[in-house]
């Protein structure tokens, strides 16, 4: 199927004029292959000669290109053209090359000529998907056990070659989707979003560097198409198909494939595929009478097949009758639980399957049903003991045997939905249910604590496979975990997308670790008041910082009611706290609070201890914000020697700490000595964070500061720029950082006289900053400074000197009349006061 962007390229390509283009594009339309002519010219407004005419140019033209044209007549040219596009627009040998490799992650698929009965299914849902809207969307609904997910994965190996551009498998029950999508394009394509920008803006990336070619995106097993699907779909292209596997009903406005039962005589082949035709043919109505029983259903008949299989003496009858006993067993069973909501057929097929597990072989299937319904991976090679793992060994094997669970690959397994209900019943039904569980949530907490609060991208690549399987266990399996770990996946979570700058996904988590300490903890515990302190550090990180103060304040009250006055937690909080007032300007309520913090980790921690370190670098930036430049700079060059001697050059607080002391320097004109440790600083952080992450925006805005301060503009715009960028991305158009970046550019822009650039952004500054710091916050009186000065270099005194008055009285009142900052704007006001009057 032709895109229209393509075509319309083709005729550019081809110096078509606008007329012929018109009569192209539609000629050639997919949709318009069994349209006349004379159809086609009457919805173009012309006359039938006309249209015929503007094609026997356009087929002269291409003919250049493509020379078999020229000996084709009639409709053999038409259809001739279309090939040869078709050739170009999928990577044939007539335009670039073929793409060497489709890349796909397609889950594994029984042959082809075992999945049978599907014929017209497939032919169908090839068909929807190539004649749909601008994204072609087919859900393929139908109830469990009927082989939607195995008819979608047929469907993408088959047609393979049609989708140069890949075929990309989402699973809608797994990690968020949006997350599948990124590490894809990252697996297959190299396409690496930067880090710190916002989720949607990652895919928009992806989606506008996607190889070239035709897309299949499957979203397999989608319960809720408006949280699963909506929001991750690609842009309008026609090269973008999507299919989704669904048991839901959805609304008309999306195209759906119904998928029913097999047909009988298809269910009787499946059979013979996986039972010897011999056994069948010597009792040929019981087998008959066996597909009925079992509905039809193609995972039904699967598990029988593979059950008969391992029992090659026992008879059809025998089987008919067992099926029999065990539909009345699930009947009554049903009634008493309300879990049992699965079709017949496949329950009675799985407690045969289940008859013949060993006791070890049904514990590991119980065990692996506690995972979420997505990608399990599972090593055994893990398990220490050698015979507890040659146990979990073999109990794999006989599951797969037995078709209870798929391998995807290597230390990847999958469930069905219908088997993880029934080994969850299962496992309901026993009286070691709760010890399982117990014991299955303190092994995922020991996975949880490998999250570390910042998370690198070796980190992110590492977990990202077990992220919904921790989410499972927060979700629904709280009640199992200790008092001690109740809120390890919930933090860890929030660690997992805080780190990676994804606000939106971690702030539900940490609201959750609250309530769920609240509730079972009560008020009163340790870990409550670290559910607070991580919740404040959230709305601290995207600038809410009427939020954060009062958990901040409340983890302090609680930490030393609880833990008394000495104690670590103690000095995280006074940190925390004096942290927030920093950034709020209230620097005289921060200095008391970073000093104890010191002395009291000093004091537990001994003076080698890198959280001494972190109070030193604490210290040392309140007293460079108050300009006591001779105090902080000792303080910075402990913390980085401490640093670089407890965690070695190579660690992301050695950059933090390079950062630190390059811009006090700056600070103080010291630029030559400013300039390598800021470049140290970028480079590590980029060699250990990758090159987009928030730290690397901070890095180029302070480089550019540096440029800035020492006249080299044209080297500053472009940090500023990125910088700029991607904090948007990142934090989105309301923060803080993004006041600082417009402020930085625009002065910049003031600074060579560019003012007509500079005042929108210093207009937006000061307006951000009010709204978020409040009136009186000292990067408000910096703001109103710096626009006094643009309407005083552009002679608007009368604009000027209000502002000029306003940014002196917040200095003066929120840092003191010696304040450095204080004393710069006074010198501005008094120059301007001699210039505007004299």
């Given at each position: 199927?032709l895109?229209?962007?393509?075509?319309?390229?083709?005729?550019a390509?081809?110096?078509?004029?606008?007329?012929?283009?018109?009569?192209?594009?539609?000629?050639?339309?997919?949709?318009?292959?069994?349209?006349?002519?004379?159809?086609?010219?009457?919805?173009?407004?012309i006359?039938?000669?006309?249209?015929?005419?503007?094609m026997?140019?356009?087929?002269?033209?291409?003919?250049?290109?493509y020379?078999?044209?020229?000996t084709?007549?009639?409709r053999?040219?038409l259809?001739?053209?279309?090939a040869c596009?078709?050739?170009k627009?999928?990577?044939?040998?007539?335009?670039?090359?073929?793409i060497?490799?489709?890349?796909?992650?397609?889950?594994?698929?029984?042959?082809?000529?075992k999945?049978?009965?599907?014929?017209?299914e497939?032919?169908?849902?090839?068909?929807?998907?190539?004649?749909?809207?601008?994204?072609?969307?087919?859900?393929?609904?139908?109830?469990?056990?009927?082989g939607?997910?195995?008819l979608?994965?047929?469907?993408?190996?088959?047609?393979?070659q049609?989708?140069?551009?890949?075929?990309?498998?989402l699973?809608a029950?797994?990690?968020?989707?949006?997350?599948?999508?990124?590490?894809?394009?990252?697996?297959?394509?190299?396409?690496?979003?930067?880090?710190?920008w916002?989720?949607?803006?990652?895919?928009r990336?992806?989606w506008?560097?996607?190889?070239?070619g035709e897309?299949?995106?499957v979203?397999?097993?989608?319960?809720?198409?408006?949280?699963q699907?909506?929001?991750?779909?690609?842009?309008?292209s026609?090269?973008?198909?999507v299919?989704?596997?669904?048991?839901?009903?959805f609304?008309r406005?999306?195209?759906?494939l119904?998928?029913?039962?097999l047909?009988?005589?298809?269910?009787m082949?499946?059979?013979?595929l996986?039972?010897?035709?011999e056994?069948?043919?010597?009792?040929?109505?019981?087998?008959?009478e066996?597909?009925?029983?079992l509905?039809?259903l193609?995972?039904?008949?699967?598990l029988?097949?593979?059950?008969?299989?391992?029992?090659?003496?026992?008879?059809?009858?025998?089987?008919?009758?067992?099926?029999?006993?065990?539909?009345?067993?699930?009947?009554?069973?049903a009634?008493?639980?309300?879990?049992?909501?699965?079709e017949?057929g496949?329950?009675?097929?799985?407690?045969?399957?289940?008859?013949?597990?060993d006791e070890?072989?049904?514990?590991v299937?119980?065990?692996?049903?506690?995972y979420?319904?997505?990608?399990?991976?599972f090593?055994?090679?893990?398990?220490?003991?050698?015979?507890?793992?040659?146990?979990?060994?073999?109990a794999?094997?006989?599951?797969?045997?037995?078709?209870?669970?798929?391998r995807?690959?290597?230390g990847?397994?999958?469930l069905?939905p219908?088997i993880?209900?029934?080994?969850?019943?299962?496992?309901?039904?026993?009286s070691?249910?709760?010890k399982?569980?117990?014991?299955?949530?303190a092994?995922?907490?020991?996975?949880?604590?490998q999250?570390?609060?910042?998370?690198n991208?070796?980190?992110?690549?590492?977990?990202?496979?077990?992220?919904?399987?921790?989410?499972?266990?927060?979700?629904y399996?709280?009640?199992?975990?200790?008092?001690?770990?109740?809120?390890?996946?919930?933090?860890?979570?929030?660690?997992?997308?805080?780190?990676?700058?994804?606000?939106?996904?971690?702030?539900?988590?940490?609201?959750?670790?609250?309530?769920?300490?609240?509730?079972?903890?009560?008020?009163?515990?340790p870990?409550?008041?670290?559910?607070?302190?991580?919740?404040?550090?959230?709305?601290?990180?995207?600038?809410?910082?009427s939020?954060?103060?009062?958990?901040?304040?409340?983890?302090?009250?609680?930490?030393?009611?609880?833990q008394?006055?000495?104690?670590l937690?103690?000095?995280?909080?006074?940190?925390?706290?004096?942290?927030?007032?920093?950034?709020?300007?209230?620097?005289?309520e921060?200095?008391?609070?970073?000093?104890q913090a010191?002395s009291?980790?000093?004091?537990?921690?001994g003076?080698?201890h890198p959280?001494?370190?972190?109070?030193?670098?604490?210290?040392?930036?309140?007293?460079?914000s108050?300009?006591?430049?001779?105090?902080?700079?000792p303080?910075?060059?402990?913390?980085?020697?401490?640093?670089?001697?407890?965690?070695?050059?190579?660690?992301?607080?050695?950059a933090t700490?390079?950062?630190?002391?390059?811009?006090?320097?700056?600070?103080?004109?010291?630029?030559?000595e400013?300039?390598?440790?800021y470049?140290?600083?970028?480079?590590?952080?980029k060699?250990?964070?990758?090159d987009?992450?928030?730290h690397?925006?901070?890095?180029?805005?302070?480089?550019?500061?540096?440029y800035?301060s020492?006249?080299?503009?044209?080297?500053?715009e472009?940090?500023?720029q990125?910088a700029?960028?991607?904090?948007?991305?990142?934090?989105?158009?309301?923060?803080?950082?993004?006041?600082?970046?417009f402020?930085?550019?625009?002065?910049?822009?003031?600074?060579?006289r560019?003012?007509?650039?500079?005042?929108?952004l210093?207009?937006?500054?000061?307006e951000l900053?009010?709204?978020?710091?409040?009136?009186?916050?000292?990067?408000?009186?910096?703001?109103?400074?710096?626009?006094?000065?643009?309407?005083?270099?552009?002679?608007?005194?009368?604009?000027?000197?209000?502002?000029?008055q306003?940014?002196?009285?917040?200095?003066?009142?929120?840092l003191?009349?010696?304040?450095?900052?204080?004393?710069?704007?006074?010198?501005n006001?008094?120059i301007?006061l001699?210039?505007?009057?004299?």
């Open positions: 199927m895109s229209a962007d393509f075509l319309a390229n083709e005729a390509t081809n110096s078509l004029s606008p007329e012929q283009t018109a009569a192209f594009v539609e000629r050639l339309k997919t949709e318009n292959s069994d349209k006349s002519e004379l159809n086609l010219a009457i919805e173009l407004g006359e039938e000669n006309t249209f015929t005419k503007r026997t140019a356009v087929y002269k033209k291409f003919a250049q290109s020379p078999e044209l020229a084709s007549k009639g053999g040219k259809e001739k053209l279309r596009l078709t050739r627009y999928n990577g044939g040998q007539d335009a670039h090359p073929t060497k490799e489709i890349h796909h992650n397609i889950p594994p698929a029984i042959p082809f000529e999945f049978v009965g599907r014929e017209a497939l032919q169908n849902l090839h068909s929807s998907l190539q004649t749909s809207g601008q994204v072609a969307i087919v859900a393929v609904a139908g109830m469990g056990g009927v939607k997910t195995e979608a994965s047929q469907y993408a190996k088959q047609h393979l049609n989708y140069q551009g890949g075929v990309c498998w699973s029950q797994g990690i968020d989707v949006a997350i599948q999508i990124l590490r894809f394009a990252e697996l297959k394509f190299k396409l690496i979003a930067p880090d710190d916002e989720l949607a803006d990652r895919l990336y992806c506008q560097n996607w190889q070239q897309v299949l995106l979203f397999d097993n989608v319960s809720d198409y408006k949280k699907v909506q929001p991750y779909l690609p842009p309008e026609l090269r973008f198909k299919l989704l596997t669904t048991r839901e009903k609304d406005t999306l195209p759906q119904p998928l029913g039962v047909k009988p005589l298809a269910a082949k499946l059979l013979k996986l039972v010897d035709r056994r069948l043919k010597s009792e040929p109505w019981v087998a008959r066996i597909c009925k029983f509905g039809y193609p995972l039904a008949l699967e029988v097949g593979r059950y008969l299989d391992t029992m090659p003496d026992l008879s059809l009858e025998t089987l008919h009758k067992r099926l029999e006993k065990k539909r009345l067993e699930h009947e009554s069973i009634k008493a639980n309300l879990l049992m909501r699965y017949y496949v329950a009675e097929a799985f407690a045969l399957s289940w008859e013949q597990l070890n072989t049904r514990f299937g119980c065990w692996l049903s506690l979420a319904l997505a990608d399990i991976p090593s055994v090679k893990e398990i220490e003991d050698d015979d507890e793992q040659e146990l979990w060994e073999k794999i094997a006989q599951l797969e045997k037995l078709h209870l669970i798929q995807q690959s290597q990847i397994y999958r069905h219908l993880r209900q029934f080994f969850q019943m299962k496992l309901d039904e026993s070691e249910a709760d399982v569980k117990t014991n299955f949530t092994h995922m907490v020991e996975v949880a604590k999250i570390p609060q910042q998370p991208r070796e980190d992110i690549f590492n977990l990202t496979p077990f992220i919904p399987h921790l989410a499972e266990v927060a979700t399996l709280s009640q199992y975990l200790s008092d001690e770990d109740l809120i390890t996946p919930f933090t860890r979570l929030g660690y997992f997308y805080d780190g990676q700058g994804l606000y939106q996904q971690a702030e539900p988590w940490y609201k959750l670790c609250k309530e769920v300490a609240e509730n079972r903890l009560g008020l009163e515990h870990n409550v008041a670290a559910t607070l302190n991580n919740l404040a550090g959230l709305y601290k990180s995207t600038g809410r910082y939020e954060a103060e009062p958990l901040y304040l409340q983890a302090w009250e609680l930490t030393k009611r609880l008394g006055d000495n104690h937690d103690v000095a995280t909080s006074l940190n925390n706290l004096a942290g927030l007032y920093e950034s709020t300007g209230r620097y005289s921060a200095e008391p609070l970073f000093l010191l009291l980790t000093k004091r537990l921690q003076d080698n959280d001494v370190a972190t109070s030193l670098n604490n210290l040392a930036g309140l007293y460079e108050t300009g006591r430049y001779s105090e902080a700079e303080l910075y060059l402990q913390a980085l020697e401490l640093r670089k001697r407890l965690l070695g050059d190579n660690h992301s607080t050695v700490s390079l950062n630190n002391l390059a811009a006090l320097y700056c600070s103080t004109e010291r630029y030559s400013a300039e390598p440790l470049l140290q600083a970028l480079e590590l952080i060699c250990l964070l990758g987009n992450h928030p690397v925006a901070n890095s180029f805005n302070n480089l550019a500061v540096l800035c020492t006249g080299r503009y044209s080297e500053a472009p940090l500023y990125q700029l960028e991607l904090r948007k991305r990142l934090l989105g158009d309301n923060h803080p950082h993004i006041a600082n970046s402020n930085n550019l625009a002065a910049l822009y003031d600074s060579t560019r003012y007509s650039e500079a005042e929108p210093f207009q937006q500054a000061l900053r009010k709204r978020l710091l409040g009136d009186n916050h000292p990067n408000v009186a910096d703001s109103l400074n710096n626009l006094a000065l643009l309407y005083d270099s552009t002679g608007r005194y009368r604009e000027a000197e209000p502002l000029f306003q940014a002196l009285a917040i200095c003066e009142q929120a003191g009349v010696g304040h450095p900052d204080t004393m710069r704007v006074r010198g006001y008094a301007f001699r210039k505007a009057y004299r």
